[in-house]
């Protein structure tokens, strides 16, 4: 009996570590930090927003953003798609029309959102 329970313990923990492995992939937060060290500043105009479903530590919300980069002498203006973890206390920061601080790597058009998300 005690070692069914250490069993269905052990799963639990593993389901939720696994949770958490596949939210951070989707956030794709490695890519993010890469972009942020080495990308150029940029604005963007949040176009489209909608929760993704998933959360991160059972608070931070995934959101998919559209947005609307800005020109700059390197790029020419352009939309690009974006996930991110955002505190729900932070949301209203990220609705639509507002303009948002990123950092761009013009070769690729990654993006990363360059303000507070937490």
């Not at 329970?5 to 890469?34: I, M, N, P």
């Given at each position: 009996?005690?070692?069914?329970?250490?069993?269905?313990?052990?799963?639990?923990?593993?389901?939720?570590?696994?949770?958490?492995?596949?939210?951070?992939?989707?956030?794709?937060?490695?890519?993010?930090?890469?972009?942020?060290?080495?990308?150029?500043p940029?604005?963007?105009?949040?176009?489209?927003?909608y929760?993704?479903?998933?959360?991160?530590?059972?608070?931070?919300?995934?959101?998919?953003?559209?947005?609307?980069?800005?020109?700059?002498?390197?790029?020419?203006?352009?939309?690009?798609?974006?996930?991110?973890?955002?505190?729900p206390?932070?949301?209203?920061?990220?609705?639509?029309?507002?303009?948002?601080?990123?950092?761009?790597?013009?070769?690729?058009?990654?993006?990363?959102?360059?303000?507070?998300?937490?």
């Open positions: 009996m005690i070692e069914l329970l250490v069993v269905v313990v052990v799963a639990v923990v593993v389901v939720f570590a696994l949770q958490r492995l596949v939210a951070r992939f989707k956030a794709d937060t490695g890519k993010a930090e890469h972009v942020l060290r080495s990308g150029q940029a604005t963007a105009v949040i176009l489209d927003t929760d993704t479903g998933e959360r991160i530590d059972t608070m931070y919300v995934l959101v998919r953003m559209r947005l609307l980069v800005e020109a700059s002498p390197e790029w020419s203006a352009f939309e690009s798609d974006i996930v991110v973890p955002v505190s206390v932070k949301l209203s920061d990220f609705s639509v029309g507002k303009r948002a601080k990123v950092r761009v790597i013009a070769a690729s058009r990654d993006i990363a959102i360059d303000q507070p998300l937490r």
